[in-house]
């Protein structure tokens, strides 16, 4: 399997909003102070991804996140075990990628478009820079990532337990008794 990720293409559209704007009008980021916005654009790029590609993978560094802007991407687990799992299906309006705000900075999904797809791109590890010096900006992110994970991390509870439910119900059960040896002995005699 290639680690190495296709890189987004970056966009310079003519007529599209300056990027301030854009990450401002964001609905991640609605209500943001303007100082914050403006961290935030200082380390954002637009970025497209085709059908198919793949954004981030799953046990991969994690430096970056992403805002999606239109398209949908699939978050999908269990890579090496089998079929992938998919955890959810985000879109406009969404936020890709939590993990490179906390150690061991890893990512915990694999994501990927599946249709054309426009984000914005920000370099996580700048941001973790600007979070250090200014720890109302890592609060105010923090707190607008805390109900993604959180709903993420439920939809990929309740995929577990739908497959290991599915599972269980394929398998067939084998009953084991400590006393199984004793009476397999006094059929025998």
């Not at 914005?120 to 900006?137: P, Q, V």
């Given at each position: ?9 970056l ?9 301030a ?37 799953e ?6 996140f ?28 969404d936020?890709?990628g ?5 150690p ?42 805390t ?28 009953l ?7 009476e397999?002995?006094v059929?025998?005699?």
């Open positions: 399997m290639n680690t190495l990720l296709e890189k987004p293409t966009t310079k559209e003519k007529g599209a909003e300056p990027m704007i854009r990450v401002g009008l964001h609905p991640f980021l609605a209500g943001m102070n303007p100082t914050h916005l403006a961290l935030l654009t200082d380390c954002a790029i637009p970025v497209q991804f085709r059908k198919g590609q793949t954004i981030l993978r046990g991969e560094m994690a430096n970056r992403y805002l999606i802007e239109s398209g949908k991407v699939i978050l999908e687990s269990g890579e090496g075990f089998g079929e992938p799992v998919i955890i959810e299906t985000i879109g406009a309006g936020l890709l939590w993990s490179w705000m906390f061991p900075y890893v990512w915990h999904f694999t994501a990927r478009a599946i249709e054309p797809t426009q984000a914005i791109f920000f370099y996580g590890t700048i941001l973790r820079e600007y979070c250090e010096r200014d720890h109302s900006l890592g609060y105010e992110l923090f707190k607008r990532m109900p993604v994970m959180m709903k993420r991390l439920q939809s990929a509870r309740r995929k577990m337990l739908s497959v290991h439910a599915h599972r269980a119900e394929l398998e067939p059960v084998v084991e008794s400590p006393f199984l040896d004793q397999l002995d059929v025998d005699e």
